[in-house]
């Protein structure tokens, strides 16, 4: 029977109408897939002799199960925003002699082949192999690479049932930077506390099985939730939800931008790309430890350029790269009222900029890391409101890709298009090229002022460019309908 599902899917994949369209950009997904994979699997292979190299009076293993708890709860909450249930198209199925119980199975057992729990694999696998290898317990390490694949899967169908519930992802998050500051501040041992448990499983083995007991109820409970759902009543019913509603009068403040703004929050909170948008914008916040932390990046200053304006970016960038085809359902709508264009980019650029400060204000932290890291954060902070909002404004005219917003997850493409790839360009290199040349050329606190410098540029010829922006959008306003108009 699961053969005989694989196939259907099979063929209503090729079958239909919608797989060849964007196949190109199919096939850059594909590459990204494929860099993630051999990245990971270079790491598990090489990642025992680079920490050995590294802390040479440190075990490589307890190393890694330091920090297990830490890549547990970071896959949660990647999981939240980004994995989505695999599912079939069971209507058509459900008036067919096939047991209800068989659907369910096999739309779980097809979760299990995610591209979360396999990316995890790619590294667990080539570690623990190294690790037998290089003298360690066979047995001890197989325990624990089971436990590994077991705390994977235990992610996947804990994921299902807490996907829906944001107070879920505020408690992993406050657990997250809790552990993190307990650590930092030297209140408790949480890396120590974290890697004992995994020491624990590697020298006995025996315990791992606790990890199939644990997948064992989180498989049933999600068998349960889905098994109550799959009628067909329940499948064609529309399902209606009362709205939840918000006191925005706040906003009222804003004058004539205020009505756009309040349908901007609503459609942010409501839908899921967009919650997912806006929820990961604040964890692009962390994206300068990667950077900051290294003695390698600290000879590409560059390459910290980059990081800085991610910082502070990661909303205008996410968000604004699909304007307007966030309000591709309703666009119709909304051209049909009586409204000056300019107050409704004028809506979408005041949002980017709140975020980009609110952003900005939440980085302080990173003056730990010197003043000169910091202005060069700042310095992003600027280029992203004066200059990256406003060319993401104009780069949104050519946009013509309708968006389902209650579709999100990692691998949806919908909405994208070659000129996302192109707005990106411009975005990242040209702050980049200036802070290098002037860098190199001048020295190294000239660099951030002239990327500062050209942020604030572009701030005083704000009005300008908007009203050069209105033209081209309502030059376009009919060819954006009727794309939008179009199924995506």
């Known amino acids: 029977m699961i053969l005989h599902f694989l196939k259907l899917e099979w063929k209503q994949y090729f079958r239909s109408s919608h797989w060849q369209k964007g196949l190109a950009l199919k096939i850059i997904m594909g590459f990204f897939v494929l860099y993630f994979l051999v990245t ?9 002799f680079i920490l050995k190299k590294q802390f040479p009076e440190s ?4 190393l890694v199960n330091s920090y297990l708890i830490f890549v547990i709860l970071g896959d949660l909450v990647l999981r939240y925003l980004m994995q989505k249930l695999p599912i079939i198209n069971i209507k058509p199925l459900l008036i067919l002699p096939i047991q209800k119980n068989k659907l369910v199975h096999y739309v779980l057992a097809k979760s299990a082949s995610s591209f979360f729990n396999i990316l995890g694999l790619f590294f667990y696998i080539p570690f623990a192999v190294v690790l037998i290898k290089e003298g360690y317990d066979t047995a001890g390490v197989l325990g624990w690479l089971a436990t590994m694949i077991l705390i994977i899967q235990s992610s996947n169908f804990l994921n299902f049932l807490i996907n829906k519930n944001n107070k879920a992802l505020i408690i992993i998050g406050t657990l997250i930077v809790g552990l993190i500051g307990l650590q930092n501040f030297g209140i408790s041992n949480v890396v120590g506390f974290g890697g004992s448990i995994f020491d624990f499983i590697y020298q006995n083995p025996l315990y791992s099985l606790i990890g199939i007991i644990i997948l064992t109820i989180l498989y049933q409970l999600n068998y349960k939730q889905l098994r109550n759902q799959v009628y067909l009543d329940g499948a064609v019913a529309t399902k209606v939800e009362e709205a939840k509603t918000v006191d925005l009068s706040w906003a009222n403040k804003l004058g ?13 909170w409501r839908n899921k790309r967009t919650k997912s948008v806006f929820l990961m914008s604040f964890l692009f916040l962390f994206y300068g430890l990667i950077f900051y932390t290294q003695e390698t990046y600290q000879k590409m200053p560059a390459m910290l350029m980059f990081a800085s304006l991610f910082i502070t970016g990661g909303f205008t960038l996410n968000y604004g790269q699909f304007i307007p085809a966030w309000d591709s359902a309703h666009y119709k709508m909304l051209m049909a009222q009586n409204f000056r264009y300019r107050k409704f980019l004028e809506s979408k650029w005041v949002l980017m900029v709140t975020m980009t400060t609110v952003l900005y204000f939440l980085s302080f932290p990173y003056l730990y890391f010197g003043t000169k890291i910091f202005l060069m954060i700042t310095a992003g902070a600027i280029f992203n409101i004066g200059f990256n909002s406003l060319f993401l404004l104009y780069a949104g005219s050519f946009n013509r890709k309708r968006i389902d ?7 949806n493409t919908q909405g994208t298009s070659a000129t996302q790839f192109l707005i990106i360009l411009p975005l990242m290199l040209l702050p980049m090229l200036l802070f290098w040349v002037f860098d190199k050329f001048v020295g190294y606190n000239s660099g951030f002022i002239v990327v500062a410098a050209f942020g604030i540029i572009s701030l005083l010829f704000r009005n300008y460019a908007m009203n050069f922006i209105e033209k081209k959008y309502i030059k376009d306003k009919y060819a954006m309908i009727n794309a939008f108009g179009k199924e995506a």
């Not at 990971?40 to 025992?48: E, K, M, N, V």
């Open 59 to 62: 075990d490589p293993l307890q």
């Open 405 to 411: 917003l209650t579709k999100g997850g990692f691998g």
């Open 40 to 48: 990971f699997l270079a790491i598990g292979i090489g990642g025992y």
């Open 256 to 268: 004539d931008v205020a009505p756009f703004i309040k349908n901007d929050i609503r459609l942010i």
